[in-house]
């Protein structure tokens, strides 16, 4: 690894703070044609944000240079450099689209969705990032730019100059640290909980008895005590909201934390000033100790509950994040055994997997006869059975018998990783109720504050010694956190309970559109059926050309293809001829040269001009076609008819039949000869079929739907597939999808049941359903509370307790969909929940 040089030239001093600059710093600031020299990331980053804010004219103008970093902030700057280095950046940095890159990071810091809200938009706004998506949940950041524009030095020290230090995420690291911050957040509560039962006790008396009943010594003592009581209180169990709203003013967004800091501080400060200057006689300036502890115990209390709710309802997504055992069993080639660490493992390694313990990679059985239990991937409870030359995925709990495995993936390349960043993937961007949620809840704030100093210059006029309780009361009653919790939680839970139920959500409308579909388009091999297509039969039209030498010349061909087609034609070619320049047509065939001689393999009217009949019409039928090479395509040689037939998924009609009771209508869209999809379509009691259709007109026959208003759901699974599973509202992958169909999906499903889609669309109609609820709750609570709070009517105490009920109201709302009856898994399938 390339170390960072720290020596200084002496002659180099930061343009922005006049400090030394490190030998080689790559930090520079760009002024009118003029490159200067900067010292760190932190330097670069507000200097930029001065440029780029149009205020360049401070530098031409300024009387004295800003203050230096201290020391704790340079070592920092060294080690968002390090982050640059090459060697660092391979273990946590990816290759994304365009040649940008991509990388997760674990952000302290965020305690709600406002946190969210303030990161993406603030790094948004630097050229060369290219999105930015924090998953609230697992409090992480998935971050994709150019690094040719912009460097991860910049990202970090642009994170932490908005209050959210940030590293590359390492799942052991980071449940650690989520763990911490409960046990944190808990002796928080704990803090609260007992003050407030102790101040209540001191402040029931003084609130029952009589101006003559408390002598002058107890009624001092009283407040004396709930002042000691509650300053820790303010000092230590609220510090969260006051250190969240200092960082929210001095990023010029208010968040909700804003107007409760001003409450608990503006009610304390108050308070304990009539307790220490003596004014809190017996008919003297009341004191709110009991409502500052009260209304900071719920509000603890009512996140704490919401950031359980969305730690339980994200576990599955941590749990894939450590679902790889640490360790494997490496079989080297004198037959001994070695244990190492389950990431240094490489493809063509074998391994051996005893029963009890979990597959370490990806990979293909080579010996042995089990049964896996792949409930942490799929969500299918009951273990499959697995046996020589079929695939098992890492994260896979071996059950029965011993297995060896040679590895095909492992580490970052084996699927649970895929799925951990697909679902990570899900909060790049949020669908727009969840938007409008947002910028409602932000507007609210704002609108709060003018109001509450509204209020506060009217009771001044009308009561001036009630202004205090009455503006408390307002800020307190009113705080919108209802209204930030309504959506991201309803989501939260929704997508936990689709992972359960083996359909993961890779992009956050998905559920939106899911919820609005009225129109579902199944492709057929591989989908509705199985996939898992059988040669049944060849018929060679050459009299030179046997059935062994036809069969042999398509397995070269189908070598370079991952179509379902091309299991058939696996390990049929004994004499390991290969074909090169091949080129895979989508929806088509291919073509290649084996030995010099070019040949195509597909459909009929793709392999030649002028096909011959295919000899019946059953099943399926490719022909193979040589071309000669001396002419154009138009002169081709028939060699031979291939028959290939598959099977229909247990549950397609069921699947079928449940969507169409959800009012949903059901087309199938196929680029199969017509004779074999009329008779499925027939068999599913589809009325609405298309054959023949290649990439393009699958293409066309979507858009067409849409522009007749239609919301179209795409469930396909192959490369011919993914030019309208990125057209359509919504894309569904099955399973077995290729890597390309899988990226491309909005949602995916983690086991070959359809009847996972009709659970997905049920559950999408019911988040959405909720989210308006939580929303419609939301905005009549602080209605109707707001003008009794502004008319004297609500003291703060309850002000507390409503607030805090009605955010409580929201998530237990949102919970509801855990409460929804699971898919017995055992059943092919189950229309209904």
Known sequence: MNTLATSVDSEALCYHCGSPVP?????????????????????????????????????????????????????????????????????????????????????????????????????????????????????RLHLVWDPAQLKLSRILAELAGIGYSSQPYEPDIAQQKLQREERQSIRRLIVAAVAMMQVMMFSIPLYVSGPEDISRDFFLLFHWLSLALTTPVVAYSALPFLKNALRDLRTRHLGMDVPVSIAILGAYLASAYAVLTGSDDVHGTPVYFDSVTMFTFFLLFSRYIEMRARRRNGHSGNALSGVLPASAVRLEPDGSERVLPANQLQPGDRIRVRPGHGVPADGVIVAGHSSLDESMLTGETLPVSRRVGESVTGGSINVESPLEIDVTHSGRDARAAGILELSDRAFASRPKIAEQASHMAHHFVSSLLFVSLAVAIAWSFIDPSRVLWVTLSVLVVTCPCALALATPTALTASHGQLRRRGVLVTRANAIEGLAQATRVVFDKTGTLTEGRIRLRSIQPLASDLDSEQARTLAAALEAHSEHPIAQAFRDQNPSHVTASEVRNVPGQGLEGLIQGQRFRLGRPDFAMKAPPRSPDQQGQWLLLAMIDARSDDSISTPLAWFRLDDTLRDDAHSAVTGLRDLGLEVELLSGDVSNVVGRLAHELGITAWQAGATPETKLEHVRALQARGERVIMVGDGINDVPVLAAADVSVAMNGATDLARTSADALLMSPRLGRIVDAVQLARRTQQLIRQNLLWALCYNFCALPLAALGLVPPWVAALGMSASSLVVVGNALRLNRIKTIPRSSPMAATS
């Open 23 to 139: 030998r080689k710093a790559p930090w520079h600031i760009v002024l009118e044609d003029e490159r200067h020299p900067l010292c760190c990331p932190g330097c670069e980053a507000v200097a930029h944000a001065i440029v780029d804010g149009g205020l360049e004219s401070y530098y031409r103008f300024r009387t004295e240079l800003p203050e230096r970093p201290d020391d704790r902030q340079i070592q920092r700057a060294d080690t968002w450099a390090v982050f640059d280095d090459p060697e660092l950046q391979r273990q946590f940095v990816h290759p994304a689209e365009d040649d940008r890159r991509q990388i997760t990071l674990a952000v302290d810091g965020i305690t709600c969705a406002a946190c969210a809200w303030l990161i993406e938009h603030h790094l948004n706004a630097l050229d060369g990032l290219h999105s930015s998506a924090v998953n609230l949940s697992h409090h």
